[in-house]
Nanobody, 120 residues
Framework: QVQLVESGGGLVQPGGSLRLSCAASGSIRSIDDMGWYRQAPGKQRDVVATITSGGSTDYANSVKGRFTISRDNAKNTVYLQMNSLKPEDTAVYYC??????????????WGQGTQVTVSS
């Protein structure tokens, strides 16, 4: 079994910053791509940023220059630093990870989601 646990969400004023963390634990042999997604009320879940095991990153156009994804492979943790937050960034943020388990099974796992609200 593999679990992803997110933390760091909350309420922030426009222009503010938040840092999300997502730690993977359990029967992990290795982790390939990791990512952050978000889902606003009434909308589909969209990708925010992804990062490979080698550190290559990709961002949605709406967050480029404001958000930074990073990871600590030793801790099986991915981060999302969010700066210059806007009300339209309000959503539930989910992390995911492509995990190769100790049983040699490969699948994608999701965290439970953390709420980010940007409002004055």
């Amino acid at each position: 079994q593999v679990q992803l646990v997110e933390s760091g969400g909350g309420l922030v004023q426009p222009g503010g910053s938040l840092r999300l963390s997502c730690a993977a634990s359990g029967s992990i042999r290795s982790i390939d791509d990791m990512g952050w997604y978000r889902q606003a009320p009434g909308k589909q879940r969209d990708v925010v940023a992804t990062i490979t095991s080698g550190g290559s990153t990709d961002y949605a156009n709406s967050v480029k220059g404001r958000f930074t994804i990073s990871r600590d492979n030793a801790k099986n943790t991915v981060y999302l630093q969010m700066n210059s937050l806007k009300p339209e960034d309000t959503a539930v943020y989910y992390c995911n990870a492509e995990v190769l388990s100790t049983g040699w099974n490969r699948r994608t796992y999701w965290g439970q989601g953390t709420q980010v609200t940007v409002s004055s």
